[in-house]
């Protein structure tokens, strides 16, 4: 897979990744493990920057390992995450948990495909992480929700930063002596990004991990997670245990078929079995916001909504909460809205269930696939909304970003986004038309 690679016994010498392999015809290209850690950028100038060369990984034979290194061979037990990343990724929110973490949880997850609706799972935590390209007062001071999440998820593992790495290069700076990594998972945005599929497709560097694995990993692959990080925000377990009410439903709202009559009988079922509630993310306090007044007229026409609906309203402004309070407010989410921004990396935190759904809002013409992908990857209903109209896959518009992607003027009709949810929670299935820019 592209970018996120299993791999037993990986030796390291002098900053340089060793395979020992006596066929390396047996073996995938280098450039699809891993790359030389350059920034991403896409000039054809820095895509041959980003191409590994034997400096950074390289195989060699059994006898070629025996010369080089002896019996200096010093052993680092347990799972080992390496993350080769440029720091232009790691310290943002959505970049970190909604594509490199996930990423990571998705490929390590399906070697437990029995991975229940509880969480529950045999896998132990990995010992250590090693950010290759990150200090780590860098990770730390960006996002507090990454390593908040990183470390909840994880207890017993260590994270090591380049510092590490480099102490651990210097002590094998003579490549006179090794260190061997009994399991290695490994992942690589620039590797990942070298094929078609991924830039083509969906935009988003753990596809190659996700879609890999799709015929072996639990339904559940990500439940061990999300409840790991809500405990430890102290979310009320109730809510934690939310999905545990469809263990049994196999269905899911993501697009890829037309729902049946069954499956509309379940989703206007779901609103009965838990609470509703309605999550606006505003980024009003930001660059990229909605019309003043398209503002304060859909949060209006929400509170009127879930007033007259005896649902839960919540207008969040996550830059003044503290991590616990907007994994709190998250974790009890059915229905996130928001602009297109950070905040709506929150859906991770949200309980799968039947009407679970993330609302994005766009300037008329725009769209990325950023939480569209990272939504229908957990199984929940995605819709991108221009101003007063919705579209979800298979129908979803091409990805584009026109100037006013970023812009302070981005407009949204309340009463009618209103009425989209009002009509996604009662099983009421979306006009699929083809999108048109306005």
Same mark, same amino acid.
């Given at each position: 897979?592209?970018?996120?690679?299993?791999? @037993?016994?990986?030796?390291?010498?002098?900053?340089?990744?060793?395979?020992?392999?006596?066929?390396?015809?047996?073996?995938?290209?280098?450039?699809?493990?891993?790359?030389?850690?350059?920034?991403?950028?896409?000039?054809?100038?820095? +895509?041959?920057?980003?191409?590994?060369?034997?400096?950074?990984?390289?195989?060699?034979?059994?006898?070629?390992?025996?010369?080089?290194?002896?019996?200096?061979?010093?052993?680092?037990?347990?799972?080992?995450?390496?993350?080769? %990343?440029?720091?232009?990724?790691?310290?943002?929110?959505?970049?970190?948990? $909604?594509?490199?973490?996930?990423?990571?949880?998705?490929?390590?997850?399906?070697?437990?495909?029995?991975?229940?609706?509880?969480?529950?799972?045999?896998?132990?935590?990995?010992?250590? !992480?090693?950010?290759?390209?990150?200090?780590?007062?860098?990770? =730390?001071?960006?996002?507090?929700?990454?390593?908040?999440?990183?470390?909840?998820?994880?207890?017993?593992?260590?994270?090591?930063?380049?510092?590490?790495?480099?102490?651990?290069?210097?002590?094998?700076?003579?490549?006179? &002596?090794?260190?061997?990594?009994?399991? !290695?998972?490994?992942?690589?945005?620039?590797?990942?990004?070298?094929?078609?599929?991924?830039?083509?497709?969906?935009? +988003?560097?753990?596809?190659?991990?996700?879609?890999?694995?799709?015929? #072996?990993?639990?339904?559940?692959?990500?439940?061990? *997670?999300?409840?790991?990080?809500?405990? &430890? /925000?102290?979310?009320?377990?109730?809510?934690?245990?939310?999905?545990? #009410?469809?263990?049994?439903?196999?269905?899911?709202?993501?697009?890829?078929?037309?729902?049946?009559?069954?499956?509309? /009988?379940?989703?206007?079922?779901?609103?009965?079995?838990?609470?509703?509630?309605?999550?606006?993310?505003?980024?009003?306090? $930001?660059?990229?916001?909605?019309?003043?007044?398209?503002?304060?007229?859909?949060?209006?026409?929400?509170?009127?909504?879930?007033?007259?609906?005896?649902?839960?309203?919540?207008?969040?402004?996550?830059?003044?909460?503290?991590?616990?309070? @907007?994994?709190?407010?998250? $974790?009890?989410?059915?229905?996130?809205?928001?602009?297109?921004?950070?905040?709506?990396?929150?859906?991770?935190?949200?309980?799968?269930?039947?009407?679970?759904?993330? #609302?994005?809002?766009?300037?008329?013409?725009?769209?990325?696939?950023?939480?569209?992908?990272?939504?229908?990857?957990? $199984?929940?209903?995605?819709?991108?909304?221009?101003?007063?109209? &919705?579209?979800?896959?298979?129908? %979803?518009?091409? *990805?584009?970003?026109?100037?006013?992607?970023?812009?302070?003027?981005?407009?949204?009709?309340?009463?009618? =986004? /209103?009425?989209?949810?009002?009509?996604?929670?009662?099983?009421?299935?979306?006009?699929?038309? &083809?999108?048109? /820019?306005?």
């Amino acid at each position: 897979m592209p970018g996120y690679t299993l791999l @037993q016994d990986v030796y390291m010498a002098n900053g340089t990744l060793y395979i020992v392999a006596n066929d390396q015809k047996e073996w995938p290209p280098l450039n699809a493990i891993t790359s030389s850690g350059y920034d991403l950028e896409w000039s054809e100038e820095e +895509r041959r920057l980003r191409e590994p060369t034997k400096w950074h990984i390289d195989i060699v034979s059994e006898a070629q390992a025996a010369k080089r290194w002896g019996e200096s061979v010093w052993p680092v037990k347990d799972w080992t995450f390496f993350v080769n %990343e440029p720091d232009q990724f790691l310290y943002h929110y959505y970049h970190w948990i $909604g594509e490199t973490f996930l990423g990571l949880v998705r490929l390590y997850s399906s070697l437990d495909p029995a991975i229940n609706v509880r969480g529950e799972t045999k896998l132990p935590d990995p010992a250590r !992480m090693i950010m290759r390209h990150i200090s780590y007062d860098e990770w =730390i001071n960006w996002s507090r929700l990454n390593w908040y999440a990183t470390y909840s998820t994880w207890p017993s593992m260590s994270v090591e930063t380049t510092n590490q790495w480099e102490q651990r290069a210097y002590m094998t700076r003579d490549n006179r &002596a090794a260190w061997r990594f009994e399991n !290695m998972l490994i992942a690589d945005r620039g590797a990942s990004f070298r094929y078609e599929k991924v830039p083509g497709r969906n935009h +988003r560097t753990a596809w190659s991990a996700w879609e890999g694995t799709q015929n #072996i990993s639990s339904r559940w692959w990500w439940e061990p *997670v999300r409840r790991s990080v809500l405990r &430890a /925000a102290h979310v009320d377990e109730k809510i934690v245990d939310r999905p545990s #009410i469809w263990a049994n439903w196999k269905g899911s709202f993501i697009g890829d078929y037309p729902p049946t009559q069954k499956d509309l /009988a379940i989703i206007k079922e779901a609103q009965q079995l838990a609470p509703v509630v309605i999550t606006y993310v505003s980024r009003q306090n $930001g660059g990229r916001r909605l019309l003043r007044d398209d503002d304060l007229l859909l949060v209006k026409s929400l509170k009127e909504l879930t007033t007259r609906r005896g649902w839960k309203f919540n207008h969040a402004f996550m830059e003044k909460m503290t991590p616990e309070e @907007q994994l709190r407010l998250a $974790g009890e989410t059915t229905i996130l809205i928001g602009v297109h921004g950070n905040g709506l990396t929150h859906l991770v935190w949200m309980p799968l269930t039947p009407i679970t759904t993330v #609302i994005e809002i766009y300037y008329p013409g725009a769209f990325s696939k950023d939480y569209e992908w990272t939504a229908r990857a957990l $199984g929940m209903t995605h819709y991108a909304v221009w101003n007063d109209t &919705a579209f979800t896959h298979p129908t %979803e518009p091409k *990805v584009e970003y026109p100037p006013e992607f970023h812009g302070n003027s981005i407009p949204a009709h309340g009463p009618s =986004i /209103a009425r989209i949810i009002e009509n996604r929670i009662d099983g009421k299935v979306l006009d699929t038309r &083809a999108p048109t /820019a306005a």
